[in-house]
């Protein structure tokens, strides 16, 4: 089979061929239907002191749903034919103290805990701070929580989708002097919240001056390459909490399937085929990318060109 994957050497995608592997006894064999393309998915080409690199080859992405067409022996609670989306996560057993608590999904997962985890009153300000996949479904869950939503992004394409999805405002982020003092002023004093998605240093640097004082949360979802700095000051008078919510547990993953489905929460997805993979990469690093980038492994060929001109799917 095919399979889109890092070479650690050359740090560019390859398409190889690989074997299909053999489930053991307690495990699933999935074909791959769909799969998304994740900031994280990216990461490794952004290399620092704390990154390990495989020594082979590795295939991509984390995101991603198919069909069951063999099973272990042990398995038990599937059957052949099964529809299924599933956790990134191997030899856990989701019992343990650690295991409920690790961070083992994502997308939607993700955008819809960041959100809830605020516990703010309705009506409060939330400013969105990047606005791409993860950051338009933020949007649309901060609106259904009933917040008032502030978008902000480099990309003018990610701000006129945060628009589009119930923002009622938007603003250039490489733009802090000219935004700041608007958000100021719309809010009465500074947003309620300022979740950010992004994985800018410089974003989260400009986090804490559009937060309200004393009450207000700087919420870290975004994983920069090098560490943020925070006024230490700032947090110890309680000029803002900082509050942390990246992906979400097996545990909490029906909550936010169960919210989207009530309120009709979609993810904006864009398909491509297994050949495109490296195209996917480049636009996503050159932040042209808006909503989801998805691989369709199913008559892929069939669906691109149409997919690309409408192309909403439901959570």
């Known amino acids: 089979m095919k399979a889109g994957q890092i070479n650690p050497q050359s740090l560019k995608v390859e398409i190889n061929d690989v074997p299909i592997p053999k489930p053991n006894e307690n495990e699933i ?161 500074g947003v309620d919240a300022a979740v950010n998605f992004t994985a800018s240093k410089k974003a989260y640097s400009a986090m804490p001056a559009m937060i309200r004082p004393g009450r207000g949360i700087l919420m870290v979802v975004g994983i920069p390459a090098e560490p943020i700095e925070l006024n230490a000051y700032d947090i110890a008078l309680g000029k803002f909490r900082v509050m942390g919510s990246n992906n979400g547990t097996g545990y909490n993953m029906r909550a936010a399937i169960e919210f989207s489905a009530k309120h009709n929460i979609f993810s904006r997805l864009e398909y491509f085929t297994l050949d495109e993979l490296p195209l996917m990469v480049k636009r996503m690093q050159n932040h042209e990318a808006r909503g989801r980038m998805a691989v369709k492994f199913e008559n892929s060929t069939d669906s691109v060109s149409e997919s690309r001109n409408r192309s909403t799917s439901r959570l």
């Open 29 to 189: 064999l999935v074909k791959i239907h769909c799969a998304s393309l994740c900031h994280s998915d990216i990461m490794i080409f952004e290399p620092n002191d704390e990154m390990v690199y495989p020594e082979k080859p590795t295939t991509m992405g984390h995101e991603a749903t198919g069909q069951i067409i063999e099973m272990g022996s042990n398995v038990k609670g599937f059957k052949k034919g099964d529809n299924i989306g599933f956790l990134p996560a191997t030899n856990v057993c989701f019992n343990c103290v650690p295991c409920k608590q690790v961070t083992l999904f994502c997308a939607g997962v993700t955008a819809f805990h960041a959100i809830d985890d605020l516990k703010l009153p309705a009506g409060s300000w939330v400013a969105i701070v990047g606005c791409g996949g993860l950051g338009a479904l933020a949007v649309q869950y901060a609106r259904a929580m009933k917040y008032r939503v502030i978008g902000l992004d480099i990309a003018a394409a990610a701000r006129e989708e945060a628009k589009s999805l119930g923002a009622e405002y938007v603003f250039d982020s490489a733009a802090a002097d000219k935004y700041l003092e608007r958000v100021l002023e719309i809010t009465n004093g």
